[in-house]
């Protein structure tokens, strides 16, 4: 059996009374802030899906980085970020088991990113001595998307879908060879998958093989920064 993790929400920096700035995951319109060794561990999975053992290298590691005092002991805050829903697991037999479970039940929201943001942000690390001079216009240049990912990302910013509502909503069959958008495939009475999902029904689901191509879809957006992932 794998098990993959990933984190739901976006972070953002709230300004205290007293000047500070403290850590903030908002998960639909809930807020939650979370500790120092939290923030490690929510990071590691922000655009990121790992194992278990993955993640538990990446938190040592920043632990060590952040030279935090104390046990740092992984499995208390791992349980705890579990709890409060700000990370998600998925069990399954195989990868794209996993992989279903892990996503089935989560919203898709697109990253509105606008180009002076990641220049702003390109600019940043730089100044740090984190990214080189001659690396910065390969980051300011937005990745490429598939003709699946592009009809993901439309379907997306006009309709709210979960995971498993878009797998079954979409036929890959009927997906246009060439980029043109102007009829979306999705399924209907005439045109259905074999095995239609259900977001009920998640844990007992097995996708059908027409389905990987739009899971593989959503997971690559994810992966390239360019949705977000909500309960």
Not at 193 to 219: C, F, K, M, S
Request: aromatic content about 10%; charged content about 20%; hydrophobic content about 45%.
């Amino acid at each position: 059996m794998l098990t993959l993790f990933t984190a739901v929400g976006h972070l953002t920096m709230q300004k205290t009374e007293y000047g500070k700035h403290l850590p903030i995951v908002r998960v639909n319109k809930k807020e939650y802030a979370v500790a120092p060794r939290e923030l490690i561990l929510w990071s590691g999975l922000a655009f990121q899906i790992l194992t278990k053992e993955e993640l538990l290298r990446f938190y040592q590691a920043g632990i060590k980085h952040q030279n935090l005092p104390g046990d740092p002991d992984f499995d208390y805050i791992l349980r705890r970020l579990l709890i409060r829903g700000l990370i998600v697991n998925g069990t399954g037999c195989t990868a794209v088991d996993a992989l279903y479970h892990l996503l089935g039940q989560l919203h898709i929201t697109p990253v509105n990113e606008a180009f002076h943001v990641r220049l702003f942000a390109c600019i940043r690390l730089w100044m740090n001595g984190r990214l080189p001079l001659y690396r910065i216009p390969h980051y300011l240049k937005r990745p490429e998307n598939t003709p699946m990912e592009v009809l993901i990302l439309k379907l997306a910013q006009h309709l709210s879908f979960s995971v498993a509502e878009l797998i079954g909503f979409v036929d890959p069959s009927a997906l246009p060879e060439d980029s043109d958008l102007t009829a979306l495939p999705y399924t209907s009475d005439a045109h259905c998958l074999e095995a239609p999902v259900n977001p009920e029904n998640i844990g007992q689901t097995v996708l059908d093989h027409v389905q990987y191509p739009v899971l593989e879809g959503i997971a690559n957006l994810y992966l390239k920064k360019q949705i977000i992932f909500q309960k």
